[in-house]
């Protein structure tokens, strides 16, 4: 099994930085896209930032101008600095990764607990 565990959420003014990081471990083969999303309350869960197997990136309008998505891939670890919070930027962000396991045919998809992050005005 693949565990994704999310870190580095919290309160913070706006206008402020936060980075979250995600760790995966387990039975991992190869680890193709990883992203974040993030669910607000009372929405959808929505994708925030992607970042793929060859470093190419993607993100939302909403997000690409103050967030920034990077990987290690010899840590299989994915990160995202935020930076000029809003608030309307507060919601639980969670960790997403494509992943083949090892004595696996296939790739499948996992995700994270979740890190709530609170963008106070």
């Known amino acids: 099994q693949v565990q994704l565990v999310e870190s580095g959420g919290g309160l913070v003014q706006a206008g402020g930085?936060?980075?979250l990081s995600c760790a995966a471990s387990g039975m991992i083969g190869r680890i193709d896209d990883m992203s974040w999303y993030r669910q607000a309350p009372g929405k959808s869960r929505e994708m925030v930032a992607s970042i793929f197997s060859g470093?190419?990136?993607n993100y939302a309008d909403s997000v690409k101008d103050h967030f920034t998505i990077s990987r290690d891939y010899a840590k299989n670890t994915v990160s995202l600095q935020m930076s000029s919070l809003k608030p309307e930027d507060t919601a639980v962000?969670?960790?997403h990764a494509q992943v083949w396991e090892l004595g696996t045919t296939g790739t499948r998809f996992f995700w994270g607990q979740g890190t709530q992050v609170t963008v106070s005005s």
């Open 55 to 57: 470093g190419a990136t």
């Open 17 to 19: 930085s936060l980075r």
């Open 93 to 95: 962000y969670y960790c």
